[in-house]
């Protein structure tokens, strides 16, 4: 497995640099790898963290995900845009990469439910952190979906 140095900054903290190679990634997977037109710049990441996951050794962004405060995306806090980079998948970071998200979003924002809307092939992987289903399948951007949840309690 990489050497990841993990770097959670708010919107207005995020350097030129930082912001591009989110973009870039997001773009990457979200856009063209998934074929999917959408409109990315959705309002959303200017009231958020951002956690970021460098390769410690190349400095390239492997692993990112958007932590959004309650009332953003949804009534809860929520993790999205979670992605790893194509050439860096099967390894590990993905679970690496939410272990630290459920951490972070709990100390930015408080101990309480997460929500996430999870494309529906990941649906096992996110129940693998004690996620579950609160949703109907749903279609998003063409993309089977669901809402999960993950309380502290649990």
Not at 1 to 18: E, N, V
Not at 62 to 89: C, K, N, S, W
Not at 110 to 137: H, M, N, T
Request: hydrophobic share 40%.
């Amino acid at each position: 497995m990489h050497s990841i140095q993990f770097i959670c900054r708010d919107f207005t903290a995020l350097s030129p640099t930082q912001l591009y190679a989110i973009w870039q990634l997001r773009n990457r997977v979200f856009i063209v790898e998934q074929q999917c037109a959408y409109l990315d710049a959705d309002d959303k990441d200017q009231q958020a963290y951002h956690l970021m996951g460098f390769s410690i050794s190349s400095h390239q962004l492997l692993i990112y995900t958007r932590l959004l405060p309650p009332g953003v995306g949804f009534q809860e806090m929520a993790i999205g845009r979670v992605v790893v980079h194509p050439d860096y998948r099967n390894m590990g970071l993905g679970k690496l990469l939410m272990q630290k998200s459920i951490e972070a979003i709990q100390v930015l924002y408080g101990p309480g439910p997460i929500r996430l809307g999870a494309q529906l092939y990941l649906q096992k992987f996110y129940e693998s952190f004690g996620f579950q289903v609160c949703s109907d399948v749903y279609l998003e951007d063409g993309i089977p979906h669901v809402e999960m949840i993950w309380n502290p309690a649990s």
